[in-house]
């Protein structure tokens, strides 16, 4: 007998865990999406199938299943989010910074690291990296991309430097400190836009894992 549980709802629709003959897999469904949002949560959607196939080389982050207009099936990851296992061990940003880079050499910059939900801590202590519906793909790795990719790495070093601010190395302060061009127009011009649309019209807001702290730029 199939099992579905409802893992999350928010604007772009429904994240369910579902176990069917032995296999449990993760089903993102837009179906059930806000109606003013339901184009974007589609083309979000087919955004991450993309993505996912490209990685599909990639270990510790999940697998394309099935992709169709409304619906995403990948692989289920049993793992913790970042905020509920609270990685403490230096260890485990020492393998996410390689995973990333992993992510990096193909091609890819996931671009939402900021949330920590989107950390996996498996329990041998290595990590695993969730939800590409803002990744991009970029075959020639121009400056853009390089500059989206530091990004990715500065968001990381934050998450480190909440868990474990004693093994922050002076670069890696002074990465932190230094956010790039892009997400200096995004916090100065888009995001007060975008939250402004989200909480005040939309009345969603997003309040998971870095979001708490006040510690997304």
């Known amino acids: 007998m199939a099992e579905n549980k409802l893992l999350k709802k928010d604007l772009f ?9 032995g296999h449990t ?4 469904d837009s179906n059930n999406a806000n109606v003013w949002v339901r184009w974007l949560a589609r083309r979000m959607l087919q955004r991450e199938a993309r993505i996912l196939a490209v990685m599909i080389n990639v270990e ?7 992709i169709d207009s409304d619906h995403l099936t990948r692989s289920y990851l049993p793992g913790s989010p970042m905020h509920i296992a609270r990685p403490t061990d230096l260890s485990y940003f020492k393998n996410a910074a390689k995973l990333l880079r992993t ?3 193909t091609n890819v910059v996931h671009n939402d690291l900021a949330k920590e939900p989107n950390f996996l801590v498996f329990d041998d202590g290595s ?3 969730l939800d590409f519906q803002l990744a991009w793909f970029a075959p020639r790795r121009g400056r853009l991309f390089r500059l989206l990719a530091y990004d990715d790495l500065r968001h ?10 004693d093994d922050l190395t002076a670069r890696e302060r002074a990465i932190v400190s230094r956010p790039s061009l892009p997400s200096k127009i995004w916090m100065r ?6 939250m402004f649309i989200t909480r005040r019209i939309l009345r969603w807001s997003d309040r998971e894992g870095a979001s708490d702290r006040g510690d997304q730029s």
């Not at 629709?13 to 003959?21: F, Q, S």
């Not at 011009?189 to 975008?194: A, E, L």
């Open 103 to 105: 992510l990096h050499r």
């Open 127 to 129: 990590a695993g990296i």
């Open 156 to 165: 990381l070093l934050k998450h480190k430097r909440y868990y474990c601010p």
């Open 25 to 28: 897999h993760i089903v993102r």
């Open 60 to 66: 510790a982050v999940p697998k394309l299943l099935a």
């Open 13 to 21: 629709g429904e994240i369910r865990l579902v176990t069917a003959d």
């Open 189 to 194: 011009t888009v995001k007060p836009v975008y």
